[in-house]
């Protein structure tokens, strides 16, 4: 199944693009076909092929309708979803809220906190099928889901789980400790016990070992 991306009004897929465009312009309220072709300088037919692709994703949505001369149009809006993307407050948020918690907690304290936060994460996401291949599978998903650009590598019979680099790397160059949280998720999640060997510096990059299955 296609993964859905994350909508960006900055980078990514929709930097500059028009469906960033279209996706601004529904942030601020809802239009109908008619109203995005003008504003875009568009045909309706190639509004209509933005729209698509983009309720496709889960990022637009008919939010009700407008009285048209011949006959009512669909009004489209943006759903959570792509609300939630297009917002720039969630890292720096993030990278806020880690660096309270290690400045005001010692060590120990910081460190359950952060395990508890990837537990919590888990517990809302599917379960795998049984076997180590579902489960490393089950594993693969969350990391990528979460933005990584990650493979899974096979050794004697464990796996290990390696990315080109870290979906939470701005917070992970200052807090190492935010790595835990991704080993406690991933442990919830799949059942099996989860070892972090992580590279920092400059440019973090995940790597997390799953246990075999007992």
Known sequence: MRRSPTPRASGGRFAHS???RLLELLREMPHTVAELASALDLTPTGVRIHLAALERDG?????GSRAGPRKPSHLYGITPKAEAGLSRAYLPLLTSL???ITENLPREEAA???EAAGRRLGKG????GTGPQARSRAALKVLRDLGGAVRLETSDGRATLVSSGCPVAEAVRDHPEVC???RSLLSEVTGRRVTEHCERGARPRC???LGKDD
């Open 18 to 20: 028009t469906q960033g």
């Open 59 to 63: 990022l637009v949505q008919v939010e």
């Open 98 to 100: 880690v660096a309270t």
């Open 112 to 114: 359950d906190l952060f």
């Open 125 to 128: 996401l599917p379960r795998p």
């Open 180 to 182: 835990q949280a991704v």
């Open 207 to 209: 790597r997390f070992g």
